[in-house]
Every structure is written in structure tokens, then in C-alpha cells.
């Protein structure tokens, strides 16, 4: 049973960087995208963007300029960071494993780390 | 405001059917799987159903999903208590290369 622990700050400055890490167990890094996944107070789910361990990693659009993803498989680990955060950062992150069906368009998460509140303020 | 529409509520009486609808657009659910996943606050989202109609090992059979063209909805049949959550679908988006979420439907059981 795979398992997903996030690690990483809970309050960061306006204009500084966000940096959370989730490490996986039980489970192999060589098999599945990798992806992180936002709910700010009161709003819905947002991806973030995936990464597969061999190849450049997928951003949504609306934060491209600001994301990084990245995995380490020596670790069992991948990590998030977003550069000059503000208030509209704050919000529940969550790492997530995705799977995949037959075709590209055929994929879902099927496991989530605990979450971590991030709390953009001085 | 996402792409993917839910009705933001929905509620039931324990033993009742409901039904939660998903509608999107041809570059979401018309070309791919929707997937739904149950929140309960303070928690880790759970998969409830993947690849539009296929639960993991572990979900009740009480729910059930379905999906035609560019919408899909999630059944719930004998409703209980412990259903009262946050329910979200989610399909591929080509135009955004990624996942995009419905905004979610909190169902209450009265």
C-alpha cells in the first residue's frame, strides 16, 4: 500500500519561496506521474502540475511562470516549489500519486498525502 | 470558477438515492474518463470512482458513476450519515494539458 508523507513549512513571507516534499513509500517512482494539487479556504481543488521521473515535468497554465516540480527517486521523493508567493497562495496543499488507464486521457489520483496548510503572511 | 460545473449542494435522507451531475466541454469530459473523489475536511481527498464508472477495491457499491458526452454524474444510493462530504469530479483537459476539478458539491444528509 503506497503511502505519501509531505513535509515542509506551514507559513512563508509574501515574495518568498514555497518548498514542500513528499516522500513515498511502499510504492514504486518509476511507474506513475507524480503531482501537486492546491485548495485555497473556501474554493475548490486545483491542480498545480505532474511530473513523471524521465521527463520534463506538466504546469498548469495559470502558474507556470512560478512552479517547479521536481522528483528525486534516490529519495523516493518529489517536491514543489512556488517563487513569490502571495496571500492567494495560502491554501491546503496535497501531493498526490496519479494512475492510468489505456489511453492519455484515462488517468486519476489514487493516492494523497495528509495535506499541508501553507499560510502566505508576514 | 472552473470549467467543470457541480452544483455547489446537494442533500438526501439516509436511505435515499442522490445524484450529483458534471458538466463540461468537449476539451474535458467529452474526450476523456471522469473521476470523483470524496473530501472530508480535514482530510486527504478519496478516489470514489475512476475512469468514469469503475470503483477501487474498498468503495461500497453504493456508489456508482456514469457519464454521457460532455457531462457525468455520481449515484449514491442508501444514503448514510457517513456520506456527508465534499464531492468533486474531474476529467483530462487538453487545453490545459493537466486535471481540471469541478468546483465541487457538498452533499448534506438531513
Known amino acids: 500500500q503506497v503511502q505519501l508523507q509531505q513535509s515542509g513549512p506551514g507559513l512563508v513571507k509574501p515574495s518568498e519561496t514555497l518548498s514542500l516534499t513528499c516522500t513515498v513509500s511502499?510504492?514504486?517512482?518509476?511507474?506513475?506521474?507524480w503531482s501537486w494539487i492546491r485548495q485555497p479556504p473556501g474554493k475548490g481543488l486545483e491542480w498545480i502540475g505532474y511530473?513523471?521521473?524521465?521527463?520534463?515535468?506538466t504546469y498548469n497554465p495559470s502558474l507556470k511562470s512560478r512552479v517547479t516540480i521536481s522528483v528525486d527517486t534516490s529519495k523516493n521523493q518529489f517536491s514543489l516549489m512556488l517563487t513569490s508567493v502571495t496571500a492567494a497562495d495560502t491554501a491546503v496543499y496535497y501531493c498526490?500519486?496519479?494512475?492510468?488507464?489505456?489511453?492519455?486521457?484515462?488517468?486519476?489520483?489514487?493516492?494523497w498525502g495528509q495535506g499541508t496548510l501553507v499560510t502566505v503572511s508576514s | 470558477q472552473s470549467v467543470v460545473t457541480q452544483p455547489p449542494s446537494a442533500s438526501g435522507t439516509p436511505g435515499q438515492r442522490v445524484t450529483i451531475s458534471c458538466s463540461g466541454s468537449?476539451?474535458?469530459?467529452?474526450?476523456?474518463?471522469v473521476n470523483w473523489y470524496q473530501h472530508l475536511p480535514g482530510t486527504a481527498p478519496k478516489l470514489l470512482i475512476y475512469?468514469?464508472?469503475q470503483r477501487p477495491s474498498g468503495v461500497p457499491d453504493r456508489f456508482s458513476g456514469s457519464k454521457s458526452g460532455t457531462s457525468a454524474s455520481l449515484a449514491i444510493s442508501g444514503l448514510q450519515s457517513e456520506d456527508e462530504a465534499d464531492y468533486y469530479c474531474?476529467?483530462?483537459?487538453?487545453?490545459?494539458?493537466?486535471?481540471?476539478f469541478g468546483g465541487g458539491t457538498k452533499l448534506t444528509v438531513l
Open positions: 498526490a500519486r496519479s494512475s492510468q488507464g489505456a489511453w492519455r486521457y484515462d488517468r486519476w489520483f489514487d493516492a
Open positions: 511502499g510504492g514504486s517512482m518509476f511507474t506513475h506521474y
Open positions: 511530473m513523471y521521473y524521465s521527463a520534463r515535468a
Open positions: 468537449s476539451s474535458n469530459i467529452g474526450r476523456s474518463t
Open positions: 475512469s468514469s464508472n
Open positions: 474531474a476529467a483530462w483537459d487538453d487545453s490545459l494539458s493537466g486535471p481540471v
